[in-house]
Nanobody, 115 residues
Framework: QVQLVESGGGLVQAGGSLRLSCVAS????????MAWYRQAPGKQRDLVAG???????YYADSVKGRFTISRDNAKNTVYLQMNSLKPEDTAVYYC?????????WGQGTQVTVSS
């Protein structure tokens, strides 16, 4: 079983940057895709960005050009670099791993962007 631990959230002013990290441990050899989701209060959890095992990436339209997802396989870590942050980016950010068709979630990290 894979375990995921996110970090890097915090409070930042609009226009600022944060980098989130997600460290995977356990049976990571069969992880296919890693992704970041976010959930604002009272809203559904939405996809932010994802990265396939081979390195291809995809993004939600709302973050294209501002966020970058990357992975360091040697460290079993996926990153989300977030630039030009907006108040509407405020949410709990979750890391998700897809393994053998199943989804594993981290505990989430809060990102708050002040105007």
């Amino acid at each position: 079983q894979v375990q995921l631990v996110e970090s890097g959230g915090g409070l930042v002013q609009a226009g600022g940057s944060l980098r989130l990290s997600c460290v995977a441990s356990g049976s990571i050899f069969s992880i296919n895709t890693m992704a970041w989701y976010r959930q604002a209060p009272g809203k559904q959890r939405d996809l932010v960005a994802g990265i396939f095992r081979g390195g291809s990436t995809y993004y939600a339209d709302s973050v294209k050009g501002r966020f970058t997802i990357s992975r360091d396989n040697a460290k079993n870590t996926v990153y989300l670099q977030m630039n030009s942050l907006k108040p509407e980016d405020t949410a709990v950010y979750y890391c998700k791993a897809t393994q053998d068709g199943s989804s594993i979630w981290g505990q989430g990290t809060q990102v708050t962007v002040s105007s």
